[in-house]
């Protein structure tokens, strides 16, 4: 049996999103006996302050007099009639409800265990706290005291029941107070808990199997994720601006773990990152440039935009999480034929994990 705990920074970096498909293989794992996720009330509390500041920051968002205005043609559209509402706060009130009930449907579905606070040692807490060890550190961080309670509770649950447990987090101060502890183990990602849990139910054999399929078709799989991406996936984070062309000049893939398998149809999903490099050329608000420097930007037939004044190209690395549906007719009962496993391996699908965007800084990088 694994024994996990997931972190808020970790459903943050998720997005919350417990309808994707890492969070239904974390309820399938669990259903099987092989996985175990715990939780705690501070960090259920922890999840939903999440959630509620990230709606309010969208809110803030949404609620731009500059952003309706630039957009004001998707009036036309009720799919972006929530931009324009004037009821903003039942809405997100909505929002709200629907996420935390989500976050609860999953700890009902995925039969996650609650450890009660009162396995914590408040006493280690406040010498920690005092002494400036971790998570509190330097400048003591009052606002780690959640995390060291939730810390304290995993610590000596483990110790108690003599087990060890997997810190989902990429916090580096939970992070550093795992390192010494016997049996809290850090790690910094749920695709890194499911390779664990997946070397569990699978044997090493069927993963072998798997990893010569992709090499056998790699060309076929990263040409594929490079045609799915395409501008309109890309932010620019300091500028006021936009991608008007992106191109996408390599792209890795490197298989991470399986997600699921069907053994009656042969079809395997499996996960893992595209590590990519694109060229980018993007036009954005500069206030120190006016239409007399001649960079002001054309947006169609005889017409010009004054305010997105300034273009650049810029090369940038990044990293895109994927998903794929793989077929062979060599998989029987979980166990493929691993010297005949690549030779029919046929791609079935392709997917950027929760049509993640790439966020992009056209400034950091010089």
Known sequence: MIYAFIDTSIIIQKNFDFKSTLFKRLIDLTNKSILNIFHTYISDSEIINGIDSSLQNAKSRL??????????????????????????????????????????????????IEIPIDESNTIDIFKSYFQKKPPFGVGKKKNEFPDAFILSVLHNYSIKNQIYIYVVSNDNDMKTYCLDKQYLIEINSLEDLLGIASKAEYKEETINAINKGIIDHRKEIEHRISYLIDSSDVSLVDVDGFVNEIEIENVNFEFDQVLNVEVDKGIVTISGDADLLITLKVNYHDPGTSITDGTYVAIGSGGFDDHYNARKIINRNTNMPVVLDIKTDEYNEGNPDTENYGNKFEVLNVEIVNNASIDISIFSNE
Do not use: C
Request: charged share 30%.
């Open 63 to 112: 609620a731009s007099s500059k952003l309706k205005s630039d957009i004001k043609v998707l009036r036309n559209f009720d799919l972006f009639s929530i931009i324009f509402s004037k009821d903003y706060d039942k809405i997100f009130r909505e929002f709200r409800n629907d996420l935390i009930s989500r976050y609860q449907t999953f700890l009902s579905n995925s039969n996650s």
